[in-house]
């Protein structure tokens, strides 16, 4: 069995820091370059088209950090979708006035909600989601959680579109990489148990199936 046969779940520095303290914002820059680097807009954007043949009326995002990744997302998705209502989701509150105003160019518009995931999606009644998306956010909890964070979701919508680390010799030999881009410690450390934690095959699917969810769930 291969060290990483199995996921393996570590707790990563940027979840403990305040969302000010200065190795937080350097961290947030990093991934975003990270993002950038592994053309994660692009593939979500490209997810979008595949499971939503026709433009949304409301998207969640859970984990939605500073706004800035699905921002990039919805340039490349604002020609065609136009009126969409965006719900960001996050237990930080990292949203900002421009941020919103550069979504309002776009035709989006944005309620930003900041709060523990579960305890939103117990007690919220907002309605119902066209989908909900999700960047490299569903590694942080294991199998017990992630069953009941997804049967939580279910109600919401009736798709979850994910990008998410994918377990992989390559994938963990690509973060020794980073000190080439400037990264930080905290981004250097967490970038390689994000990859111990994350998914192969159809982990994710089965997860969701298992919950209750349609059968088929859009990932990376």
Do not use: C, Y
Not at 64 to 75: E, H, I, Y
Not at 81 to 92: C, P
Not at 111 to 125: G, L, N, P, R
């Amino acid at each position: 069995m291969t060290a990483l046969a199995q996921r393996n779940l570590v707790p990563e520095i940027l979840d403990g820091l305040a969302a000010d303290d200065v190795r937080a914002r350097r961290s947030r820059r990093d991934l975003a370059r990270i993002n950038a680097l592994m053309f994660q807009a692009l593939i979500m954007a490209s997810l979008m088209r595949k499971f939503l043949p026709r433009p949304p009326g409301r998207i969640l995002e859970i984990g939605a950090g500073d706004g800035t990744f699905m921002l990039k997302v919805a340039r490349r998705m604002a020609r065609d979708w136009r009126e969409v209502e965006l719900t960001m989701l996050d237990r930080v509150g990292l949203v900002t006035p421009k941020l919103k105003a550069d979504f309002a160019g776009l035709g989006w518009t944005v309620e930003a909600v900041t709060a523990d995931v579960f305890d939103w999606a117990e007690k919220a009644d907002g309605g119902s989601f066209d989908a909900i998306t999700v960047n490299l956010f569903l590694h942080h909890f294991d199998a017990d959680g992630l069953l009941r964070l997804f049967s939580l979701l279910r109600r919401k919508a009736p798709l979850i579109l994910a990008t998410e680390p994918r377990r992989a010799g390559l994938a963990l030999a690509a973060t020794r990489l980073l000190p080439a881009i400037g990264a930080n410690g905290v981004t250097r450390h967490d970038a390689a148990h994000s990859v111990r934690a994350g998914f192969r095959g159809s982990e994710l699917s089965d997860l969701w199936s298992a919950a209750g969810g349609a059968p088929e769930v859009g990932k990376l």
